[in-house]
């Protein structure tokens, strides 16, 4: 039964690869128009002036790129934490209930996950109390 639909499932992926190809045709028109080209140019130099704070506010260009990075570091890793706190749950409480080597997998990707995700937000203070105090 698997492989039947395994074997059907694989001849409707090579039809549909075959016959719902979309041709694409070179025109005389841009690809981007003036709208969305100004937004990119307008989100560019957000983040080249906010990178011209950071280095600013810390007085050198290597610790502005650092604690420059580490925000956005400590911005993005609040969602992938807490996604990867769900995923180490689902392994722990759905998957493990058959499986004890799932059950224990799930807690570790749990506290891994936990762990990083307080590290993430903690070392841009960390950076710049070190900055402030440490360097004199």
Do not use: W
Request: glycine letters at 8%.
């Amino acid at each position: 039964m698997k492989l039947k639909i395994i074997i059907i499932t694989v001849i409707m992926l090579i039809i549909g690869a075959i016959f719902m190809q979309n041709y694409v045709y070179a025109t005389n028109e841009r690809a981007i128009d003036e709208n969305t080209e100004s937004k990119i140019v307008e989100l560019k130099e957000n983040v080249t002036n906010s990178l011209e704070d950071y280095k600013e506010r810390y007085g050198s260009d290597a610790y502005g790129t650092v604690a420059y990075i580490l925000n956005i570091v400590r911005i993005y890793s609040i969602p992938i934490g807490f996604l990867g706190i769900a995923i180490g749950a689902i392994h722990q409480y759905v998957i493990g209930v058959r499986k004890l080597d799932t059950l224990e997998r799930g807690m570790a990707f749990i506290v891994t996950c936990v762990t990083l995700l307080i590290i993430c937000q903690i070392l841009p203070l960390a950076f710049a109390i070190f900055v402030k105090f440490g360097r004199g």
